[in-house]
């Protein structure tokens, strides 16, 4: 079992920049695929970027280099730097887990945070 807690949320202006942290328990987070998705009000819940156990990533068409995800295995952390933020960016964005070594875009994660809320205003 793991158990995600996301933070680092916001209200920011457009161009800001924000960073999103998800704590992970449990002594095999070093092994899961991790994601960051995010969902806005009235939308499906979309992949924004994937890490693997061994740091491979994978960032959704639409972020164009804006966002890096990143992950601290001695931490238990998973990182999403978010930079030139926009309003359409307004979403509530959650991490997920994957006991898959596969990198996938589909929401097939195992474990899933709460969600932290990001709100870019124009």
């Known amino acids: 079992q793991v158990q995600l807690v996301e933070s680092g949320g916001g209200l920011v202006q457009a161009g800001d920049s924000l960073r999103l942290s998800c704590a992970a328990s449990?002594?095999?987070?070093?092994?899961?695929?991790m994601g960051w998705f995010r969902q806005a009000p009235g939308k499906e819940r979309e992949f924004v970027a994937a890490i693997s156990w061994s740091g491979g990533t994978n960032y959704a068409d639409f972020l164009k280099g804006r966002f890096t995800i990143s992950r601290d295995n001695a931490k238990n952390t998973l990182y999403l730097q978010m930079n030139s933020l926009k309003p359409e960016d307004t979403a509530v964005y959650y991490c997920?887990?994957?006991?898959?070594?596969?990198?996938?875009?589909?929401?097939?994660?195992?474990?899933w945070g709460q969600g932290t809320q990001v709100t870019v205003s124009s």
């Open positions: 997920a887990a994957r006991r898959s070594a596969v990198i996938v875009r589909t929401t097939l994660y195992d474990y």
């Open positions: 449990g002594r095999t987070f070093s092994s899961y695929t």
